[in-house]
T-cell receptor, first 111, second 118 residues
Framework: DQQVKQNSPSLSVQEGRISILNCDYT??????FLWYKKYPAEGPTFLIS?????DKNEDGRFTVFLNKSAKHLSLHIVPSQPGDSAVYFC??????????FGGGTRVLVKP | DGGITQSPKYLFRKEGQNVTLSCEQN?????MYWYRQDPGQGLRLIYY???????QKGDIAEGYSVSREKKESFPLTVTSAQKNPTAFYLC?????????????????FGPGTRLTVL
């Protein structure tokens, strides 16, 4: 039973436009969420996080929004750049400091 | 340079053999983790350790074993009992704040080891 889901396996966007990645979760006990970016054959790199006491966190071109009542979070990248082409994973921090990952969304930014 | 290293980058083994993947960190992190990634899928937790000489099973521990004799090192052994060992293996580490400061719990990943069973 997947507790963290990314329903869009892929996303294609034009350079300079906004990329919106979505993530849904089922466990209302999750209180901290992270986004990771991953290139092929490399380890994921931490991008941005958000605590459940907030509904928005911004870092440069990256903004994460959290809607607790809907158990939904999203990552906005604006403007999108070709170097943003990668797989993005949403993750929730669970008891014991374990991460539960979504299945990932592959983003392709076209020049 | 502080970071997490995994070796080797690529590893081949014959069916029926055990193989050990290395993970070392010099970040002075308390906790270490092993994940597996299969094509088109997310990361799944194999084992994790929050303190030296202690570790817990993750979601898919069957066919794997670990040890945590030193804070810096968390080797993973893929045994012959693991039915589908071919995968990309990722090691991670984090501090453990033990409090509401969740940002320090962020996990940082190594570059990964691709294991192929022939």
């Amino acid at each position: 039973d997947q507790q963290v889901k990314q329903n869009s396996p892929s996303l294609s966007v034009q350079e300079g436009r906004i990329s919106i990645l979505n993530c849904d979760y089922t466990n209302s006990m999750f209180d901290y969420f992270l986004w990771y970016k991953k290139y092929p054959a490399e380890g994921p790199t931490f991008l941005i996080s958000i605590s459940s006491i907030k509904d928005k966190n911004e870092d440069g071109r990256f903004t994460v929004f959290l809607n607790k009542s809907a158990k939904h979070l999203s990552l906005h990248i604006v403007p999108s750049q070709p170097g943003d082409s990668a797989v993005y994973f949403c993750a929730a921090l669970t008891a014991g400091n374990k991460l539960t990952f979504g299945g990932g969304t592959r983003v392709l930014v076209k020049p | 340079d502080g970071g997490i290293t995994q070796s080797p980058k690529y590893l081949f083994r014959k069916e029926g053999q055990n193989v050990t993947l290395s993970c070392e960190q010099n970040l002075n992190h308390d906790a270490m983790y092993w994940y597996r990634q299969d094509p088109g899928q997310g990361l799944r937790l194999i084992y994790y350790s929050q303190i030296v000489n202690d570790f817990q099973k993750g979601d898919i521990a069957e066919g794997y074993s670990v040890s945590r004799e030193k804070k810096e090192s968390f080797p993973l052994t893929v045994t012959s009992a693991q039915k589908n060992p071919t995968a990309f293996y990722l090691c991670a580490s984090s501090l453990l704040a033990g409090g509401p400061l969740r940002a320090t719990d962020t996990q940082y990943f190594g570059p990964g080891t691709r294991l192929t069973v022939l």
